[in-house]
């Protein structure tokens, strides 16, 4: 199992930045990607970035250049460098971690959710 913890939400102007963190615990071993996803008010979970274990990075369209996913040396802390904040991008930020468990002769993937970081850009 892993565990994660998200920090680093908060109230901001439009044009001011934030950095979300991630800290994982557990099987951290096991994983293979993490990302962070948003989710507004009456709106569905969208995928905002992910890192695999070999540090490739992709962004959804609406946050290319402006935000930046990255991971400490460890591996167990993604960063979500948040920059140019608009008022879309209010939303609860969560961070994933896509995992899986090698046994003998088997193998399991699962993934973990965080609880949730609070992200309000005024206008």
């Known amino acids: 199992q892993v565990q994660l913890a998200e920090s680093g939400g908060g109230l901001v102007q439009t044009g001011g930045s934030l950095r979300l963190s991630c800290a994982a615990s557990g099987n951290i071993a096991d994983i293979n990607a993490m990302g962070w996803y948003r989710q507004a008010p009456g709106k569905q979970r969208d995928l905002v970035a992910t890192?695999?274990?070999?540090?490739?990075?992709n962004y959804a369209d609406s946050v290319m250049g402006r935000f930046t996913i990255a991971n400490d040396n460890a591996g167990n802390t993604v960063y979500l460098q948040m920059n140019s904040l608009k008022p879309e991008d209010t939303a609860v930020y969560y961070c994933k971690a896509d995992a899986i468990r090698r046994i003998i002769g088997r193998q399991a993937r699962y993934s973990s959710w965080g609880q949730g970081t609070q992200v309000t850009v005024s206008s």
């Open positions: 890192i695999t274990s070999d540090g490739s990075t």
